[in-house]
Protein backbone atom coordinates (compact mmCIF):
# COMPACT_ATOMS: atom_id res chain seq x y z
CA UNK A 1 0.00 0.00 0.00
CA UNK A 2 1.09 3.41 -0.70
CA UNK A 3 0.08 7.01 0.25
CA UNK A 4 0.28 10.02 -2.57
CA UNK A 5 0.63 13.58 -1.27
CA UNK A 6 0.62 16.40 -4.00
CA UNK A 7 2.34 19.67 -3.69
CA UNK A 8 3.10 22.57 -5.97
CA UNK A 9 -0.03 23.35 -7.52
CA UNK A 10 -1.20 27.61 -7.43
CA UNK A 11 -2.00 30.28 -9.86
CA UNK A 12 0.63 31.07 -12.37
CA UNK A 13 0.21 33.27 -15.97
CA UNK A 14 -0.08 32.02 -19.14
CA UNK A 15 3.54 31.20 -20.47
CA UNK A 16 4.69 30.56 -17.27
CA UNK A 17 5.71 26.91 -15.47
CA UNK A 18 4.93 24.93 -11.95
CA UNK A 19 6.26 21.78 -10.48
CA UNK A 20 4.09 19.46 -9.22
CA UNK A 21 5.34 16.77 -6.55
CA UNK A 22 4.28 13.62 -5.41
CA UNK A 23 5.34 12.78 -2.51
CA UNK A 24 4.84 8.36 -1.55
CA UNK A 25 4.99 6.74 1.78
CA UNK A 26 6.15 3.50 2.07
CA UNK A 27 9.21 1.38 1.25
CA UNK A 28 7.98 -0.45 -1.96
CA UNK A 29 7.35 3.37 -3.54
CA UNK A 30 9.54 1.86 -6.49
CA UNK A 31 7.26 -0.74 -7.50
CA UNK A 32 5.11 1.07 -8.71
CA UNK A 33 4.05 2.68 -11.61
CA UNK A 34 3.07 6.38 -11.19
CA UNK A 35 1.05 8.94 -13.90
CA UNK A 36 -0.67 12.27 -13.23
CA UNK A 37 -4.00 13.02 -14.08
CA UNK A 38 -5.86 16.12 -14.31
CA UNK A 39 -9.81 17.08 -13.90
CA UNK A 40 -11.00 20.29 -14.92
CA UNK A 41 -13.96 21.91 -13.66
CA UNK A 42 -17.38 20.11 -15.14
CA UNK A 43 -15.16 17.31 -16.91
CA UNK A 44 -14.23 14.23 -16.75
CA UNK A 45 -10.85 13.06 -14.89
CA UNK A 46 -8.08 12.61 -17.59
CA UNK A 47 -4.73 11.19 -17.58
CA UNK A 48 -1.65 13.54 -18.55
CA UNK A 49 1.26 11.37 -18.26
CA UNK A 50 3.11 7.61 -16.69
CA UNK A 51 5.72 6.99 -15.95
CA UNK A 52 7.57 3.39 -15.31
CA UNK A 53 9.08 2.35 -12.01
CA UNK A 54 12.39 2.41 -13.47
CA UNK A 55 11.90 6.05 -14.91
CA UNK A 56 12.66 4.30 -17.95
CA UNK A 57 10.14 5.11 -19.99
CA UNK A 58 7.52 7.70 -20.06
CA UNK A 59 4.20 8.57 -21.71
CA UNK A 60 2.24 11.63 -22.58
CA UNK A 61 -1.11 12.77 -23.17
CA UNK A 62 -0.77 14.74 -27.03
CA UNK A 63 -2.60 18.17 -25.27
CA UNK A 64 0.81 18.30 -23.38
CA UNK A 65 3.39 17.00 -25.21
CA UNK A 66 6.61 18.67 -25.46
CA UNK A 67 5.36 20.99 -22.37
CA UNK A 68 5.16 18.92 -19.71
CA UNK A 69 7.60 16.31 -17.94
CA UNK A 70 7.05 13.20 -15.52
CA UNK A 71 9.67 11.99 -13.97
CA UNK A 72 10.39 10.07 -10.47
CA UNK A 73 12.88 9.37 -7.63
CA UNK A 74 12.70 6.72 -6.16
CA UNK A 75 15.59 7.15 -3.53
CA UNK A 76 13.21 10.39 -2.30
CA UNK A 77 9.69 8.25 -2.64
CA UNK A 78 8.78 11.05 -5.39
CA UNK A 79 7.52 11.92 -9.02
CA UNK A 80 7.73 15.07 -10.60
CA UNK A 81 5.56 16.83 -12.99
CA UNK A 82 7.51 19.64 -14.66
CA UNK A 83 4.96 21.60 -16.69
CA UNK A 84 6.05 24.80 -18.98
CA UNK A 85 4.59 26.98 -20.95
CA UNK A 86 1.10 26.98 -19.48
CA UNK A 87 -2.14 27.40 -20.99
CA UNK A 88 -5.32 28.50 -19.60
CA UNK A 89 -6.59 24.70 -21.25
CA UNK A 90 -4.42 22.94 -18.13
CA UNK A 91 -6.51 24.99 -14.80
CA UNK A 92 -8.00 21.77 -13.67
CA UNK A 93 -7.02 19.52 -10.13
CA UNK A 94 -3.87 17.25 -10.74
CA UNK A 95 -3.90 14.43 -8.89
CA UNK A 96 -0.81 11.78 -8.70
CA UNK A 97 -2.20 7.86 -9.09
CA UNK A 98 -0.62 4.71 -8.10
CA UNK A 99 -0.57 1.41 -9.91
CA UNK A 100 0.23 -2.27 -8.83
CA UNK A 101 0.93 -3.78 -12.55
CA UNK A 102 4.11 -3.01 -14.29
CA UNK A 103 2.11 -2.85 -17.62
CA UNK A 104 1.07 0.82 -19.33
CA UNK A 105 -2.33 2.17 -18.50
CA UNK A 106 -3.93 5.60 -19.25
CA UNK A 107 -7.40 4.66 -17.46
CA UNK A 108 -8.37 5.80 -14.53
CA UNK A 109 -9.91 2.40 -13.16
CA UNK A 110 -6.42 1.23 -13.45
CA UNK A 111 -4.73 2.85 -10.74
CA UNK A 112 -5.10 1.60 -7.04
CA UNK A 113 -3.61 4.82 -4.96
CA UNK A 114 -4.63 8.16 -5.75
CA UNK A 115 -3.10 11.70 -3.75
CA UNK A 116 -6.01 14.51 -2.49
CA UNK A 117 -4.96 16.54 -5.55
CA UNK A 118 -3.74 19.54 -6.34
CA UNK A 119 -5.37 22.76 -7.65
CA UNK A 120 -3.58 24.37 -11.21
CA UNK A 121 -5.26 27.48 -12.32
CA UNK A 122 -3.35 29.39 -15.29
CA UNK A 123 -4.74 32.90 -15.67
CA UNK A 124 -4.53 34.51 -19.83
Avoid at 36 to 54: N, Y
Avoid at 66 to 78: Q, V
Wanted: hydrophobic share 30%; net charge positive; proline share 2%.
Amino acid sequence: QVQLVESGGGLVQAGGSLRLSCAGSGSTFSSYYMAWFRQAPGKEREFVAAITRSGSSTYYVDSVKGRITISRDNAEKTVYLQMDSLKPEDTAVYYCAARSSSLYSRERYAYDYWGQGTQVTVAS
